[in-house]
């Protein structure tokens, strides 16, 4: 807050020159496992007791599950009867219409057949989705930093986004970038792309803003060669989505960050030597009248400084700083302190 005056009995008015806004930065870390990294994957059996589960995993990180569910993934179609285990449920055509009416504008969206359209523009009506936990997204898929490998008996795929490659991009969304998914790796922070954007090598599309991966079913089949993942009404053993998950953790890898932009303010609480060098504290005073316990501290007072409250115009207590240790604080030295802000 500011104010002409720069002391009160108790506070310290801020000056403009006391306040400075830091530059906004970008801050990263991982979005799933303890470090961004998981190599083993686990689901709860117990939580596909009703049929109409079937559709949907809980994944978890099998090296630590008490961290809890790291991302989810399930099966959409629009017909709603592929790899279902009871088809009067019908959750898979749910949960495709749900994706394609969050997810699909105009331009990817054919409104006369309601198909979803690849980068591609190949038609499909099923896809797989990978859906990031909020609390662990933060703001949003770090776009360019995330890899995922899947494995099929003797073939292995490795997806990335194409957000490095102006070439292989694919534009906007109303719902935020979305980029093309194409086989590659990255190695510490370099991205080498196995295959380009064209006609038979798009595997989805990847929303970072809302953290969701869009998998294209027929074009991993075809990497894959032999992979089979739909069926119809089949014990869980065999639904399509536990096929797909056993892919995922036969890959063994995948790893993600997630990406959230910092503001910061800093605010310069200086108090001169003529400042803050008494207490209101109970423990200072003695009797009714409030006489100084210490007579001998009347001429030569020293407090030590703990904490720091900033407060608005109304004197209500907006945000506390803890010091590290406590500063001495008297009429022969000051006290600078910087109380950072991040927002």
């Known amino acids: 807050m500011a104010n002409e005056k720069q002391f009160s009995d108790v506070f310290y008015y801020f000056n403009q020159k006391d306040i400075v806004e830091k530059n906004r930065q970008i801050v990263t870390d991982g979005a799933i496992g303890s470090s961004g990294t998981i190599t083993s994957f686990e689901y709860l059996a117990t939580q596909y007791a009703d049929s109409s589960s079937h559709y949907f995993m809980d ?125 590659g790796t990255f190695i510490n922070s370099t991205r080498t792309y196995y295959t380009t954007e064209d006609a038979d090598s798009s595997y989805g599309t990847v ?14 089949q075809a990497g894959f060669g032999s992979w089979t993942y739909s069926g119809s009404a089949v014990p869980f053993t065999n639904n399509v989505i536990n096929e797909f998950f056993k892919v995922i953790d036969s890959g063994s890898y995948f790893a993600a960050r997630n990406e959230e932009v910092i503001s910061s303010l800093n605010y310069f609480v200086r108090a001169g030597n003529e400042n803050f060098n008494f207490s209101n504290n109970p423990t200072w005073q003695t009797g009714s009248n409030g006489v100084m316990r210490y007579t001998e501290m009347n001429e030569d007072p020293i407090t030590y400084v703990t904490t720091i409250g900033l407060y608005n115009d109304d004197n209500e207590l907006l945000a506390i700083a803890k010091l590290s240790k406590p500063v001495e604080k008297s009429f022969e030295n000051e006290l600078l302190v910087k109380v950072r802000l991040d927002f």
């Open 207 to 220: 929303y970072p803003d809302l953290g969701i991966i869009l998998l294209n079913p027929q074009q991993l």
């Open 59 to 183: 994944v978890y990180d099998s090296a630590n599950t008490a961290s809890g569910v790291q991302f989810d993934i399930s099966y959409g179609n629009r017909n709603g009867y592929s790899g279902s285990y009871d088809d009067t449920y019908s959750p898979s055509e749910v949960t495709y219409n749900q994706y394609a009416n969050k997810l699909l504008n105009v331009n990817t969206y054919d409104t006369s057949s309601n198909i979803f359209k690849w980068a591609n523009l190949s038609e499909s009506v099923d896809m797989f989705i990978v859906n990031f936990k909020r609390d662990k997204l933060k703001e949003k898929l770090d776009a360019g930093n995330w890899e995922l490998k899947l494995t099929n008996g003797s073939s292995t795929i490795s997806l990335i986004d194409s957000s490095t490659d102006t070439n292989l991009a694919i534009g906007n969304g109303f719902t935020g970038p979305k980029y093309n998914i194409v086989s």
